[in-house]
């Protein structure tokens, strides 16, 4: 029986990254969310949770980690981030102005469902930030100059 | 020199990450000058919004602010460093590029393109 | 409606980034339908601006200083309609020529991109979006001139990147300077703070900053280092786009707005761009002489003919201002239309040397009248568009007083006579070698756009006229108010 070619670091590095990988989404999904009540927002939550599968794909190798999310459906994740934020933005239109917040109201301020239209613009540049990063990561990992052939 | 010590910290930055793009040989370390530039010019920006005796610009329930910094940089840098990033990962593209077709990162060799 | 000139293009290059691969030619009809659309806002918003004088949009209905607002005034629908006429003929162009390259759809999403950038940069009125937008075009840019990826393109496109990249550090430490000075950032609040609180030793600083950051994107001519590189590597849809309209709206257009009506000039700093425009004259006609690729003798004619412009607009007077802005709208439309036609030569033949082609008159008739056409113009023959405007800067400038740089501008036209006709004759009316025997007339969608810039470059000297005066004088009215912008913004606001 042929021994298979260990790929990604040791073992020790492996056990913490299953430990850690999941929680550090979870942080990055928490920075967007509360974007409007305390530091962080779109881009630096985007990075985070770029950073947990780039972190999955230095742990455990390539193929692990582009068959949790394949470099195709991040750019269609990516696009469809920049498309609903124009969406955002044209639905102003309705109410007159660009960038109008006419459909969600203010809210009570500190709390997780105010502050109009900034939590959908977070959602929408975290998806293109995150994805766009892990893309670019992909494209660097996966480039087969014309001698790897 | 006392109230200038923040011209004088981003100038020096600014100045190192200069000679850096202009004297270095490696792509590589042209490519960190660059980013060194873009650290040193975030870096005065929001070092301009400092007012005395400020806290953070983040209001909390349950406390009054007195005074703040000025939180306009602050949203400003965060777009320029996302900028600043987006070049940065192209040049290291075109970087890993040019190896392979040239088979070198001196750019005292990379000079087909002359007159 | 000023929104639309963003929204269009960001939404045709996701929409293209998003759809390209499965549905084919979906990126040429959408491409083609953006641009379009795009040229029949900016000739609608001629008709706004004769009727209003100066349109002011809040972002968002945020009162500015607090919120950005977008200004539409004389200069900015000039600029509109010279960038997206000559990017609707380029698409049009682009339709046939990008076959040969892989990845289309890539190319029309960095193209909308840039595009979407360049029409901000025109239509912002608020400092930190300009630079936002430079830089979402000139990224777009560095991305579009390394796009065959061949070796030596993407040599020119590292240094344009880099060079390009410390340029925007030197704009973005003086937008940082500006900002602690006044503590605002909106283009007419800037200008009425520099009023009241007084000009200083910090503001001739910002000055200066300002000059080498939009003088580099600009190919002004200590900063001009990566233009020959940059402007024949890339895709000859892209060259004609960069060389034609990218480095006039980057550098010339955001130069004026910032020095004319933010910082108000006065007479030293209309004298270093006169500096400045003479010795970029004189040293894009001498080099260019020497080329041998004609992509790279092009690039050189661009460098001198900005020179032309900055010449016209440091001279400073209202004659001087008009030549100026009328010569740069016909070198977008000659430019463009000599790089459109040679990348239909590069098509045809697949070279790009002078001393290879010849005679090729009788195999591409198209590109060869149209190209002559071109040539004559830029050159200053009457009654072509450039003989115009090159005799408006002359009489500006003599009337002025600088009768030594008249002199100089009039034997830089001799040179440009030169060099043009060794292009012509090297290439299209030499002794016809028979390696050419088998080429065969262009497509009929890129001989389509080169006709239609060739018909545009001999009308344009109608500009003058008094029935199409007012669109140049509204532009020159502009910035000759200078620092009175801020009352025309700020009462069009309330």
């Known amino acids: 029986m042929k021994n298979k070619k260990e790929v990604g670091m040791t073992v020790i590095v492996k056990t913490i990254t299953r430990l850690t990988v999941g929680l550090i989404l979870l942080y990055g999904i928490y920075i967007v969310l509360h974007g409007h009540l305390s530091p962080g927002g779109g881009f630096a939550g985007g990075v985070i949770i770029a950073l947990s599968f780039i972190h999955l794909m230095l742990a455990f190798g390539r193929e692990v980690a582009l068959k949790k999310l394949s470099q195709a459906s991040a750019s269609i994740l990516e696009s469809l981030g920049a498309i609903m934020f124009l969406g955002i933005a044209i639905l102003g239109f309705i109410g007159g102005y660009f960038f109008l917040n006419f459909f969600l109201h203010k809210g009570k301020p500190f709390a997780l469902f105010s502050a109009g239209i900034i939590p959908l613009c977070n959602i929408a540049i975290c998806l293109k930030v995150g994805a766009g990063l892990f893309a670019i990561f992909a494209a660097l990992v996966l480039f087969k100059g014309s001698d790897e052939k | 020199m006392n109230g200038y010590s923040e011209y004088m910290l981003c100038f020096m930055l600014f100045c190192i990450g200069l000679y850096c793009v202009l004297r270095k040989r490696n792509i590589i370390k042209i490519i960190i000058g660059l980013g060194i530039i873009e650290y040193a010019v975030n870096l005065f920006f929001v070092l301009v919004g400092y007012r005395s005796h400020g ?61 | ?82 960038v997206n006429l000559v990017s609707f003929v380029v698409t049009i162009y682009s339709i046939s020529y990008m076959k040969r390259y892989t990845d289309k759809h890539r190319f029309y999403t960095l193209f909308m991109l840039m595009l979407a950038g360049m029409n901000g940069i025109i239509i912002t009125g608020d400092l930190f979006n300009l630079f936002v937008f430079l830089e979402i075009a000139s990224i777009a840019s560095y991305a579009l001139v390394a796009f065959g990826t061949e070796a ?137 002489l020497a080329q041998q690729d004609i992509k790279r003798m092009f690039a050189y004619s661009s460098i001198s003919q900005i020179g032309y412009i900055i010449f016209a607009l440091g001279i400073g007077t209202p004659l001087a201002i008009l030549g100026g802005l009328f010569h740069l709208f016909n070198h977008a439309i000659f430019k463009s239309l000599l790089f459109l036609n040679s990348g239909a030569i590069e098509y045809a033949t697949g070279t790009r040397d ?58 830089v036209s001799i040179l440009t006579l030169a060099y043009y006709l060794k292009f012509l004759r090297f290439t299209f009316f030499r002794k016809f070698s028979e390696t050419w025997q088998k080429t065969k007339e262009v497509p009929l969608t890129m001989g389509l756009s080169m006709i239609v810039l060739a018909v545009i470059c001999i009308v344009s000297g109608l500009l003058i006229t008094p029935l199409f005066k007012p669109f140049l004088q509204s532009a020159v009215n502009v910035l000759l108010t200078g620092n009175s912008y801020k009352d025309l913004v700020f009462g069009a606001i309330r």
């Open chain 3, 354 to 411: 002078l001393k290879r082609l010849g005679g090729l008159n009788s195999q591409l008739p198209i590109t060869g009248y149209t190209s002559l056409l071109g040539s004559m113009s830029i050159s200053g023959i009457p009654p072509l568009g450039g003989f115009f405007s090159k005799l408006i800067i002359i009489i500006a400038a003599v009337q002025s007083g600088y009768i030594g740089f008249a002199i100089i501008a009039i034997l």
């Open chain 3, 1 to 82: 409606m000023l929104p639309f000139f963003v929204i269009i293009p960001l939404g045709a290059a996701f929409l293209i980034s998003l759809l390209g691969k499965k549905i084919k030619n979906i990126d040429d009809v959408l491409a083609n339908l953006g641009t379009a659309s795009l040229l029949a806002f900016s000739l609608y918003s001629i008709i706004l601006v004769n009727a209003h004088k100066i349109l002011v949009y809040k972002v968002g209905s945020w009162v500015p200083p607090i919120g950005i607002c977008m200004v539409l005034d004389g200069l900015t629908s000039f600029m509109l309609v010279t």
């Open chain 2, 55 to 115: 806290r953070a610009p983040i209001l909390a329930k349950d406390q009054t602010i007195l005074n703040m910094v000025d939180p306009l940089p602050q949203a400003l840098v965060l777009t320029s460093i996302v900028i600043g990033l987006a070049v940065t990962a192209l040049i290291v593209a075109i970087a890993i590029r040019i190896y392979e077709k040239y088979g070198t990162f001196d750019i005292t060799k990379i000079r087909r393109l002359r007159g």
């Open chain 3, 152 to 288: 030596e393109e993407l040599e020119a496109a590292f240094k344009y990147a880099v060079m390009g990249s410390v340029a925007s550090s030197f704009i973005l430490l003086g937008i940082a300077l500006l900002y602690s000075y006044t503590s605002t950032l909106n283009m007419a609040d800037i200008s009425l703070v520099l009023s009241q609180k007084g000009t200083g030793l910090l503001v001739n600083f910002v000055l200066v900053l300002f000059l080498m950051g939009f003088g580099l994107k600009a190919a002004l001519v200590p900063f001009h280092a990566w233009l020959p590189d940059a402007h024949p590597s890339a895709p000859a849809p892209i060259s004609a786009m960069l060389s034609g309209v990218f480095i006039k709206t980057l550098g010339v257009y955001a130069l004026c707005r910032v020095l004319f009506n933010i910082l108000g000039v006065s007479h030293n700093i209309l004298f270093v761009l006169i500096m400045l425009g003479v010795i970029s004259q004189i040293v894009g006609a001498i080099l260019a």
